[in-house]
């Protein structure tokens, strides 16, 4: 046993050295910049809201939740319903004026296959280099849907999602994969 650490210490230590020796690559003034992921539209979603409710200020900052009570959604591969019962969970940040927010819930596809939706994000009203107001609503929403169904493929890629402005009740959200 002694050995086995002696020798993994010397490996370490042979790692450290070699890597405080070796300059860090440099990158030429012409370089360019990797390109940006690109993504694709996924579906959108009609939120039904209800009555938002205030825990006050807690050690975390003011707690407020807001009942998801249905809506629907609809992309090119999917279409369907959202289930009653859901909730976004909103923390917010008065010094800073930023809200982390997370909403749990489930939509069901019409054709009876139940997906399980978390989706965190971040909302800051803030000024923008101008000085003028600047509002930021981003998430990624992750899905959990049945591995033997026809939507298993929501499993598998990070999705962002942004706030549609509408005339309608309650928020729709736009949802994109990341390619």
Same mark, same amino acid.
């Given at each position: 046993?002694?050995?086995?650490?002696?020798?993994?210490?010397?490996?370490?230590?042979?790692?450290?050295?070699?890597?405080?020796?070796?300059?860090?690559?440099?990158?030429?003034?012409? +370089?360019?910049?990797?390109?940006?992921?690109?993504?694709?539209?996924?579906?959108?979603?009609?939120?039904?809201?209800?009555?938002?409710?205030?825990?006050?200020?807690?050690?975390?900052?003011?707690?407020?939740?807001?009942?998801?009570?249905?809506?629907?959604?609809?992309?090119?591969?999917?279409?369907?319903? &959202? &289930?009653?019962?859901? +909730?976004?969970?909103?923390?917010?940040?008065?010094?800073?004026?930023?809200?982390?927010?997370?909403?749990? $819930?489930?939509?069901?596809?019409?054709?009876?296959? $139940?997906?399980?939706?978390?989706?965190?994000?971040? &909302?800051?009203?803030? *000024?923008?280099?101008?000085?003028?107001?600047?509002? $930021?609503?981003?998430?990624?929403?992750?899905?959990?849907?049945?591995?033997?169904?026809? $939507?298993?493929?929501?499993?598998?890629?990070?999705?962002?999602?942004?706030?549609?402005?509408?005339?309608?009740?309650?928020?729709?959200?736009?949802?994109?994969?990341? *390619?």
């Amino acid at each position: 046993m002694k050995k086995f650490i002696f020798t993994a210490f010397m490996v370490l230590a042979t790692l450290t050295l070699s890597a405080q020796n070796s300059k860090p690559a440099e990158t030429p003034k012409d +370089a360019k910049y990797p390109e940006a992921p690109q993504l694709e539209f996924v579906l959108q979603l009609q939120v039904d809201l209800g009555q938002a409710y205030s825990l006050g200020d807690t050690p975390h900052g003011r707690r407020t939740v807001i009942p998801i009570t249905g809506g629907t959604f609809e992309g090119p591969q999917l279409k369907g319903t &959202i &289930i009653n019962g859901g +909730a976004d969970y909103q923390l917010a940040d008065p010094k800073t004026n930023r809200t982390e927010l997370e909403a749990i $819930y489930s939509i069901k596809t019409d054709d009876g296959v $139940y997906i399980h939706v978390r989706n965190k994000g971040v &909302i800051c009203n803030t *000024k923008g280099n101008d000085g003028k107001p600047s509002f $930021y609503f981003k998430a990624a929403p992750q899905f959990e849907a049945p591995s033997d169904s026809p $939507y298993a493929w929501l499993n598998n890629a990070i999705y962002v999602c942004e706030l549609a402005w509408s005339q309608r009740p309650g928020i729709t959200l736009n949802v994109w994969r990341v *390619k």
